[in-house]
C-alpha cells in the first residue's frame, strides 16, 4: 500500500510537470519573523487561546541550499509548548528533516532520503518507536500546511493536489481550493489574499488567507479555532 501511494504521487507530479508545474516554488517564500495569536470561539466572541512565532530563513546545510522553518506554539498558559523545526529543500519546500519538541523533549525526529523517509517518535512511556517508509517519488511533509501553501502559484478557481508523508498518519494528499479572495490585515498594513479551502483528507476543511502577491501565511480558522497576525512572542526562542 505504501508503495502505491507514493508511486500515485509521482505520477500525478509528472502529470503536473507536463501540464504546467503546480507544485510550491521555494523562491516564493518570504524570509521573516511573525507572531501570531491564537484564538478559540466562545459564543459570538473569539477569545485567546495561545501564540505562535514563525520563522522562516534562507541557509546552506551541508553544502545545500535550504529553508529553515520554525513553528514554535503555545497554549493553556505554557502547559502546551511544542517547537516544529523544518529544514527544506530550497527549490520546492520538500522536507530534509523533521524535528518536533514538547517541552526541552524531541517527540519526533524524521530525515528524508530520496528514496526513503527514516526515524522515530518517542512514545508516552518515552520509548523511541522506529519510523520508516520507502518513497518512489516526491513528497512534502504531513506537518506543515500554510508556508508549503503561501508557496504554491494560486490563482482564482485553483484546484491543488499535492502528495504528503506524515509520521503517524502515513502518506496522504492536501487537496487545495481557492474559493475567493480576502482583504487582511496583515505584519505590514492590509493585503490582498485568497481564500484557500485545505484539507489532508482526514477532517474538515481548514481555511487559510495566503497573500496574493508576496509568500506569506496570513491567517487560517478551522472549527471554532483561528491563527490571526498580532500577540506577543517575547520570551520564544528564535533559533
Not at 494528499?173 to 505590514?188: I, W
Amino acid at each position: 500500500m505504501i508503495t502505491t501511494m507514493s508511486a500515485l504521487a509521482a505520477l500525478m507530479l509528472q502529470a503536473l510537470a507536463q501540464g504546467g508545474a503546480t507544485h510550491p516554488l521555494g523562491a516564493r517564500l518570504e524570509e521573516g519573523r511573525t507572531c501570531y495569536a491564537l484564538q478559540r470561539r466562545s459564543g459570538e466572541t473569539m477569545i485567546p487561546l495561545g501564540r505562535t512565532l514563525q520563522i522562516v530563513r534562507r541557509e546552506t546545510v551541508q553544502g545545500r541550499a535550504a529553508v529553515r522553518v520554525i513553528v514554535h506554539q503555545q497554549a493553556q498558559g505554557g502547559a502546551f509548548d511544542v517547537r516544529d523545526e523544518f529544514v527544506l529543500q530550497a527549490a520546492d519546500l520538500r522536507p530534509i528533516r523533521y524535528v518536533s519538541r514538547r517541552g526541552d523533549k524531541i517527540m519526533v525526529d524524521v530525515t528524508y532520503r530520496s528514496d526513503t523517509v527514516t526515524g522515530y517518535r518517542l512514545s508516552k512511556d518515552d520509548v523511541r518507536q522506529p519510523l520508516s517508509a520507502p518513497l518512489d517519488g516526491p513528497v512534502w511533509d504531513g506537518n506543515l500546511w500554510g508556508l508549503v501553501f503561501a508557496a504554491l502559484p494560486l490563482a482564482a478557481d485553483s484546484q491543488i493536489s499535492l502528495p504528503f508523508w506524515h509520521y503517524e498518519k502515513g502518506f496522504g494528499h492536501f487537496a487545495l481550493k481557492v474559493v475567493g479572495t480576502e482583504t487582511v490585515t496583515g505584519p505590514s498594513g492590509p493585503l490582498a489574499a485568497w481564500l484557500v479551502e485545505a484539507t489532508d483528507g482526514t477532517g474538515p476543511a481548514v481555511t487559510y488567507r495566503i497573500a496574493k502577491d508576496r509568500g506569506l501565511e496570513l491567517s487560517y480558522t478551522a472549527r471554532g479555532f483561528a491563527q490571526v497576525p498580532g500577540g506577543s512572542c517575547e520570551g520564544l526562542p528564535e533559533g
